[in-house]
């Protein structure tokens, strides 16, 4: 079948280069020439394990190309993609869809054959009416519906993710449709994916409840990594004891310095705003937002208070600054309001990040960035643990404490044994382990 992906960002690329390697014929589109021209070079504009492979492979197999003409693109395919970008909108916080009702004229206006319209990126409820309205406003004389099928895959670990979905969700009540998506994730079945089809509207929900759900559970054992703190206990334990109970489960109950990204932060507020727009306050996840914002300005204060009673002029490395690992994406990163934090307080901050610096650069600009983790450790009077790349999690401290000015080690996210590192002649003060 041949699959038409209209914008190739992070969710467009990596689905479309995956549907390729399933060998569906995949064209994907995107009106940024740059990002076609570097993605026909073999560059690709994100940083992702694995996708430069995947791309380089389907495309050398003549399944996959790029264009940024849509009317080209989209010819004699049977399913059409939507995954541009829905950003928040400036000011309000609702999601901004310019991006993706642009789309759905422009398809409306070049679609030359009955085609499938599949929204991907996350957007509100009731958007899929939407474009159903501005496909038929445009007066296209061919078979169309519009089905919802949101993406759940998590940076740097996408191709996994596309490849071995929990499930496959498919919001249309149109028999026709639900056809040609049988057909389009046929090949996913092999690996026992569910697919889950619903009405339109709660397809367009799961993806935003899933992700509320996901950044409560965080937001919920970071509280309680606060409480272990004060009153002694080891959130790390308490998050295994809960965990092992089936009705629980064991992910995402890992604290840290709150939750970041491109999709949590975006998703909640978006979600709140429909909410809120329809007279149903949800609290509970306006409160998980709250706590979560104020707890990365609290991590800020936890990096100063390791520096002792005399802050100012005082150095501080940041080991980490992507909002998780495996990513170079700077998107509400935790780490930027802990530098912030720190030049508040009048204390100097150098910091390493294995992907992520060009992009943090511009966000952090009173930051020294470095070559290594130990160039950023050098004379630091205090080196904090912010992602947990692989290349955090076995440092020589013996060389850390050698070229740091203080041995002092703060573990957002609790890669090391506190008795180790003590051992080792550090102060160590890391989530939850009070
Ligand atoms: C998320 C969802 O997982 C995915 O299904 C959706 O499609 C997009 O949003 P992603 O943003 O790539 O994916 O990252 P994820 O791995 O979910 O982590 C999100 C944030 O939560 C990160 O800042 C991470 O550090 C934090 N996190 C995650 C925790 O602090 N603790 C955890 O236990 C898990």
């Known amino acids: ?106 398809v409306g206006a070049n679609l030359a054959q009955p085609a499938v319209i599949v929204t991907k990126s996350t957007v509100p409820v009731g958007t899929g009416d939407e474009v159903e309205r501005i496909l038929r406003e445009s007066g296209t004389e061919h078979r169309f519906a519009v089905a919802s099928n949101p993406e759940f895959l998590r940076e740097g670990a996408a191709i996994g993710d596309f490849k071995r979905p929990d499930r496959i969700v498919i919001g249309t009540d149109d028999e026709w449709a639900r056809g040609i998506m049988n057909e389009v994730y046929r090949p996913l079945f092999l690996n026992k994916a569910p697919i889950l089809f619903t009405s339109r509207r709660s397809a367009e929900l799961v993806k935003y409840a899933a992700n509320a759900f996901l950044a409560t559970k965080i937001t919920f054992i970071n509280e309680m990594a606060d409480l272990c703190e004060k009153v002694g206990g080891n959130v790390q334990d308490i998050a295994r004891g809960m ?151 076995a440092l020589d401290l013996d060389r850390l404490k050698e070229v740091a000015r203080a041995p002092v080690l703060v573990d957002l996210r609790n890669v090391y044994d506190p008795e180790e590192v003590r051992a080792k002649g550090f102060r160590y003060s890391s989530i939850g382990r009070g």
Request: charged share 25%; with cysteine; hydrophobic share 40%.
């Open 243 to 393: 965990g092992l109970d089936n009705r629980i489960g064991a992910k995402f109950l890992h604290a840290g310095p709150g939750y970041g990204g491109s999709c949590f932060p975006k998703d909640t507020l978006a979600l709140l705003k429909t909410a809120e727009d329809n007279g149903v306050p949800l609290r509970l996840v306006e409160s998980v937002v709250k706590v979560n914002d104020s707890r990365k300005r609290a991590m800020g204060r936890k990096v100063i208070d390791a520096l002792g009673s005399e802050p100012r002029g005082k150095r501080v490395a940041l080991l980490g600054l992507t909002f998780k690992p495996n990513t170079d994406d700077m998107r509400d990163a935790p780490s930027i309001a802990i530098a912030q934090a720190l030049d508040d307080a009048g204390v100097e901050v150098t910091a390493y990040d294995p992907e992520g610096m060009e992009l943090a650069k511009p966000l952090m600009q009173h930051v020294e960035m470095s070559e290594s983790a130990y160039e950023a450790a050098r004379n630091a009077d205090a080196v904090a643990i912010v992602t947990e790349w692989d290349a955090f999690r």
């Open 1 to 106: 079948m041949k699959i038409a992906m209209v914008g190739s960002g992070y969710v467009g690329l990596v689905s479309g280069a995956c549907f390729a390697d399933f060998g569906h014929d995949v064209v994907c589109i995107d009106k940024d020439p740059a990002k076609i021209d570097r993605l026909k070079a073999g560059q690709m504009p994100i940083y992702e394990p694995g996708l430069e492979d995947l791309v380089e492979r389907n495309v050398r197999g003549g399944r996959l190309s790029f264009t940024t003409d849509l009317a080209s693109g989209i010819a004699g395919a049977g399913a059409i993609f939507i995954a541009v970008g829905t950003p928040s909108r400036r000011g309000d916080g609702h999601a901004d869809l310019s991006f993706v009702h642009a789309v759905a004229r422009e």
